[in-house]
């Protein structure tokens, strides 16, 4: 049972059709791998790979998607380098560890070019965060060329975007960008309000390294033209995300497993089980307020990701013990934070869920 944090969890039925078309793919004699991107074999699956991000994402006509590589981080710096220019502004909210590095690579960018990049932070002290970032904690944001959000902070196990921490949004004008790499496509969620969403792949839809991109069309116009080729949207959207050599692999592992969410009815029936899962492991934390503490304020648990301690960390090392011995790996929390975190991706199943909550109040009973 890997509760990995990313890579995480792929659904078995998708890395099973790899398996089976590994080095024979549709009768070709060859992999996947060995197929040239501009052959057919690969084209339908590339083609295929973005006809299912639009569909089971609902993403409307007026954005593009692209297929990026560079994984979510390289996303930390195309964004300001293609749109804050001179003069501009721009707003990040910061509610964990992967908005303080896209803030960090913003104001790197900014400080060359004489724009202003500006923190929301909702940490309580320094790297201590609780929360998601609200409306009230952007301020006003007239004028503002855009602002930037994580929806899911993977590592404080923050999540916005339900209706007790819903989404901040732009004053006309500004763009709404978005983190989404740890829960796009894990529920339902209108990406209309948002100018830019991206996604590292390796939590809900594939392999690391990969980078879904939905941009809208009026938002790409604006790509920096000053940039080499590599660094611009609408160059990649001009080629069809074939600008050079795609990561065909990685395009084609991403296609089986959004062929398996397909399957599983789509985002709005992975959101609902996601939803129970997470319930399942919180609901264990509440009954036992004597040894699990998740320290996030319940309107912005995480249903992706959720943190809890134990009273000290002796107790840590021997619930992770007991944890292993069961077969449960990938439940240490990141090292900047400690305590324990479970990731609930969408290829995790309830009864694994169900088999953890057990083996929890089976240690609270013990050690409570
Ligand atoms: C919310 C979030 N953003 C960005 C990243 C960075 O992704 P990558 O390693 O693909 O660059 C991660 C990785 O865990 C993440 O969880």
Redesign the pocket.
């Known amino acids: 049972m890997n509760f990995g ?2 890579p995480g969890t792929l659904p078995l039925a998708a890395l099973e059709r790899a398996q089976r078309e590994f080095i024979d793919i549709e009768g070709t004699g060859m992999s996947v791998l060995e197929h040239s991107h501009r052959g057919s074999t690969y084209e339908k699956i590339h083609l295929e790979a973005l006809a299912l991000v639009r569909e089971l994402g609902a993403v409307p006509e007026s954005h593009e998607i692209l297929l990026l590589q ?5 996303q ?1 710096g195309m964004i300001p380098m293609n749109f804050l220019r001179a003069g501009d502004a721009a707003t990040y909210a910061v509610s964990g560890t ?1 908005g303080e ?2 803030l960090e690579d913003a104001k790197t960018v900014a400080q060359d070019r004489g724009a202003k990049v500006l923190e929301a932070s909702t940490a309580a002290a320094k790297g201590c965060y609780t929360r998601a970032a609200s409306q009230a904690d952007l301020g006003s944001t007239a004028g503002q060329r855009y602002v930037h959000i ?1 929806s ?4 404080h196990g923050i999540q916005m975007g339900s209706a007790e921490a819903p989404f901040p949004s732009i004053a006309t004008g500004g763009h709404l960008i978005c ?1 989404m ?2 829960d796009f496509l894990s529920r339902k969620a209108d990406l209309a309000p948002f100018s830019l969403v991206y996604a ?1 792949a ?2 809900n839809v594939g392999p ?2 990969l ?1 879904v991109v939905i941009i809208r069309k009026d938002l790409l116009a604006e790509s920096n033209p000053k940039l080499p080729s590599m660094l611009r949207y609408d160059v990649a959207a001009k080629g069809g995300s074939m600008h050079n050599t795609p990561p065909t692999f990685a395009v084609y592992l991403m296609r089986n497993v959004l062929l398996w969410l397909k399957g599983e009815g789509g985002a709005a029936a992975l959101g609902e089980r996601n939803a129970k899962k997470a319930a399942c492991i919180y609901g264990v934390i509440n009954a036992h307020p004597a040894l699990y503490a998740c320290p996030v304020e319940v309107a912005s648990r995480s249903q992706m990701n959720v943190i809890f301690r134990l009273p000290s960390e002796e107790l840590e090392k021997q619930f992770l013990k007991g944890a292993e011995e069961r077969k449960m790996h990938g439940l240490k929390g990141h090292r900047s934070v400690g305590g324990m975190r479970v990731s609930l991706y969408n290829a995790v199943p309830m009864e694994w869920c169900e088999a953890l909550a057990e083996y929890m109040a089976t240690f609270a009973k013990t050690h409570g």
Do not use: V, Y
């Not at 899911?152 to 590592?155: C, G």
């Open positions: 944090a990313g560079g994984g979510a981080t390289m930390f992967w590095k896209a994580t899911n902070e993977t590592i983190d790499s740890s590292g390796q939590k690391s390294g980078c």
